[in-house]
Structure formats: C-alpha cells, structure tokens
C-alpha cells in the first residue's frame, strides 16, 4: 500500500491511524522503515492518529510521523522489549515420567525449547538480542520526536501512559484524533478538498 502511494502522483500525505498494543519487532521495524523510505522519497507529510492504543511497537511506527496526535485517554508508550515465553515443562515431565530426547549441533541449538530450562549462556544470549532492540527502539524515538537518548531511557521503563501524559513527557504532539490528523495533514499538504483513501480498504 504504502509502495502505491510513493508511486502515487494524486497522494498528498499520509495519515497513520494507529491503534495496536505492539507486535514483532521485524514486522514493525519492516513497516517503519517503509514509511520512512515514504518519506525520504515523496517529502509528503506524514501525520499520525492515536486511538485506543499505539503502545510498545505500535508506539515505534507512530515516531515515524512528523508529528503525533492522541486522544487524551490513548495508551501508549510501553517503551521496551519483551522476548518469549520461554516455558520450562522439565520438572512437570519428569514428574510424570516422560523423557525428552533430541540431537542438536551445539548446546544452544535446541535453546528456549519446553524440555529443559535455559543455561546462564543461553539466557544471556537472549537477553544481548533483547537489548539491541531495545537500543534500537531508543534511537527511533531519538530521531522520530527530536529528544535526547539519555532523557528518552530514563522513561523507557515498558510502562504505558495516557495520551494526555505522554503529551506532558514529549512522546505526542497534540491531544486529537484521526480527524484532527488528517485536517493538519491537508494543511501541511497545501490542499482544501481531497479524498480520504483508507488501506487497506475496509
């Protein structure tokens, strides 16, 4: 979609109506970064609409956009990674009498499986990939509002906040709705009278 709107003469702007508690970080990492190749080629403005939710990933595409609004009772934020549920059936099998048997090149292969808990090794291997996402995470919010990492980490706790909170912390731009979005988007655009094309298509 957003590939036909760069190849679009008639599109003027992009309006993010987001309202997602997060996802994966390769799927949404996918999705900024193809909005921000939008915005690389076109110099069209991008604006973005905070409904119910725009927290942890959800939050990561909204920096995208030029500028963010929210709807004062929205929660976003949720700054942070989550990696698992890595769940440890070991003791249960054992109890049971059921043993697992499996072949592996090497002692991380089978990591996270359900047979065995994780090793100190594996875990820290998890927890190396986990914080380069998260480092990640940092400096798209870095770039998106225009704030320092340091200032950005030291509220990066994955916890949520309202929009009228996050508005007093930095993280959106104004209290709003997707109307109010698309009304500054038009301006921004220099255009009066368009249509408004939803994708994908409800």
């Known amino acids: ?16 109506h987001i309202d997602s508690p997060g996802g994966n970080v390769y799927e949404i990492d996918e999705l900024y970064l193809k909005i921000m190749e939008y915005k690389t080629m076109t110099g069209r403005p991008i604006y973005a609409a905070v409904e119910n939710y725009a927290a942890s990933g959800g939050y990561y ?9 929210a709807n004062r009772n929205a929660i976003t934020g949720s700054i942070g990674v989550i990696m698992g549920d890595f ?12 043993g697992v048997s499996y072949v592996a090149t090497g002692p991380n292969k089978a990591m996270g499986n359900s047979y065995e808990p994780l090793s100190a090794e594996q875990r820290a291997i998890y927890q190396e990939i986990c914080d380069e996402s998260f ?7 870095a770039e998106g509002r225009g704030m320092e990492q340091d200032s950005i980490k030291a509220i990066a706790e994955g916890r949520v906040w309202t929009g009228l909170h996050a508005k007093q912390l930095g993280l959106v731009d104004q209290l ?4 109010d979005a698309i009304e500054v988007a038009k301006k921004k655009a220099e255009i009066e009278a368009c249509t408004v094309m939803n994708y994908p298509a409800k």
Do not use: P
Not at 61 to 69: H, L, M, R, S
Not at 87 to 98: P, R
Not at 135 to 141: P, S
Not at 176 to 179: F, I, K, M, R
């Open 1 to 16: 979609s957003i590939d036909s709107m760069i190849d679009d003469e008639h599109n003027k702007a992009l309006v993010l």
């Open 61 to 69: 595409v909204a920096c995208a956009a030029d500028a963010i609004y």
């Open 87 to 98: 769940l440890d059936l070991s003791q249960l099998l054992d109890n049971i009498g059921v």
């Open 135 to 141: 480092a990640q995470f940092i400096e798209v919010i």
């Open 176 to 179: 709003g709705g997707l109307d």
